[in-house]
Structure formats: C-alpha cells, structure tokens
C-alpha cells in the first residue's frame, strides 16, 4: 500500500497556496498526499511586533511541533520565516525555485515620498531601510497575514505599505498602485519556499529531493548563513541576497540601526563552486567592522522595547 504523504501548512491564503503546489509535485511525481492546515500563535496574536515574542521561528514552531508529534510528515514554509537553526529531528528536504525576492511599496499616492509620511510595515528590516532613505517618515507596526495587511492599509490614513512582491503574485493580489523597492535589501531567502521533513523519513526526503532547485538553495543557504552568523533571527535589520549569474554569485547584504541611520554592508562576487563558507566569511566582514557593536546595540534596544 502506498503511504499518503501528510502536508503540513498554516491556514492563511499564501500558505495554503504555498503547500497547494508542493502537493500537486508530489502527485506529478506519482505520491498520494493531503493537507494538514494549522493556525500558528504567530497568526492568532496580532497586536504585538514580532520581535516581542522573544523566540524565533513564531510562524513554524506549531507546524514543528506537529510533525514532532507525528500528526503531519511534511511541512511547508516561506523560508525567510524559518529559523536558520532547524530544531533537532527536523531537516531541510526541499527548496523549491524561488519566486521574485523584491519588495515593493503599496501606496495611496506618491507625493509624500518627498514630504512628510506614514508608511506601515511590521519587519525591523524594513522599517530601518525605509528610514534610511526617508528618515522624515514615520513607520507604523503592521501585521497580519496578506489578505489582512492588505485590508489594514485601506482602512487606514497611511500612505503606503510594504509587501514582497512575491507573496502578492502568488495569490493574485498585487494592486496597480505599487512601486518596485530595487534600492531595498530583502530578507535572506525571501521569495523561497521551504519544504521540511523528519530527519529519519526517508520515504518523504527522498521524494521531496526530486524537488529541489539546486541553484535557489545555493543562494539561500549562503544568505541564512550570513544571517545565523550575525545572530540576527527576526529581531535585527538584516538584509541579504545572493544571484547567480552564469558560473558567478554576486551578493549584497548589509546591517542596520533601528532608526536606519547606520548602515554596514558587503558586496561581493565570487564563483559559484567557492560558495562554501561564504555567507560566513561576508557576515565576518561586516561584524569586524563594526557589526558586532552594532548588534549589541540592537539587541539592547529590542529588549528593552520587550520590557
């Protein structure tokens, strides 16, 4: 009898979108599969930043729990809301080819941008990196899945929002009314979707490995590493992204103060076969000069933010 392949997914329109096209590769592939949605604390508590929670991992913790727990054998995630430590039992199985990593501005009208403003965004990332290029704005917490986002922004008197762009395309929701941020720096692995097994199911790794997208997780593996060795989490302004182009990566990431006034940041190229240890060496760079400070700094804040 041929095993049914249990497809764990939070239950918001993108996830739900994002596990819909892991099963129908897995039943491409020949394997029968079904879906498990489970609602996240990350989902269920809106009114507190992120940062507040004091753990990582808020959007994966339940799911992993379920499959520690056998009530799922699979789970699906948008990478960037994964830990870069994945908890004991529980591997990567999977990348699949990765989507637009932009992010872009939703907006009720551009005129402010040269003015005062009030742009909305829950990640400390882009808060710092708005900050940066208009440090006379104001940025307001925003949270909530896409679909919540999206509702939050009309019935609010902001000017705009910050969305990737890829969760919007994947659900059919990106308005008109939008401009691309090519200048900001996403979230390591943003646009990448994540698909994680137990560590001894060898029957769901090895049908998952027929997924992989080999060049999306050399890229994302070197961002994730630049990030775990910064110490970043969810809680400090880091962004991250690395492109092939031929046999070559180029990466650009960089590390900012909460009020964007500080920015330290790395830009490289390098070979494809020489990407070991380079998201390692680049956050190295950038700690060593000044990095390391900084973090500390960030860290306090944020903390004190908690108490």
């Known amino acids: 009898m041929s095993r049914v392949i249990r497809i764990g997914t939070r239950d918001s329109e993108l996830a739900l979108w994002q596990a819909n096209t892991v099963k129908s590769a897995l039943e491409k592939l020949g394997h029968k ?5 489970v609602k996240s604390q990350g989902d269920l508590v809106l009114d507190k ?24 054998d699979i789970a699906v995630h948008s990478m960037k809301d994964v830990p870069t430590a994945l908890p004991k039992g529980i591997v990567e199985a999977a990348v699949l080819k990765r989507a637009h990593t932009q992010d872009i501005l939703i907006h009720k009208g551009t005129n402010f941008l040269n003015e005062e403003g009030v742009v909305a965004t829950g990640s400390l990332r882009r808060q ?128 900012f103060s909460l009020d964007g006034q500080q920015r330290i940041g790395v830009e490289k190229t390098i070979a494809v076969s020489e990407n070991k240890g380079f998201g390692k060496a680049c956050a190295e760079e950038v700690l060593q000069s000044g990095g390391a400070e900084l973090m500390k700094e960030i860290k306090q804040q944020v903390n004190n933010t908690k108490g």
């Open 128 to 255: 710092a990196q708005w900050l940066h290029k208009y440090p006379n704005h104001e940025i307001v917490d925003l949270r909530g899945n896409v679909n919540t986002r999206l509702q939050k922004l009309q019935d609010s008197d902001w000017n705009g929002a910050i969305f990737a762009a890829a969760g919007l395309e994947r659900i059919n929701l990106k308005p008109d009314s939008y401009i691309d941020l090519k200048w900001m720096i996403p979230a390591p692995a943003q646009g990448a979707m994540l698909v994680v097994a137990k560590e001894e199911d060898d029957f769901c790794r090895k049908a998952l490995a027929a997924l992989n997208h080999e060049p999306s997780q050399i890229c994302v593996h070197i961002e994730r590493e630049f990030l775990r060795i910064l110490e970043g989490g969810c809680t400090a302004p880091i962004g991250a992204l690395a492109t092939i182009e031929g046999d070559k990566i180029h990466f650009k990431a960089a590390l």
């Open 49 to 72: 930043p992120l940062y507040e929670f004091g753990i990582t991992g808020i959007f994966t913790k339940t799911l992993d729990v379920a499959m520690l727990t056998d009530a799922i």
């Open 33 to 37: 599969t079904e879906l498990v949605p």
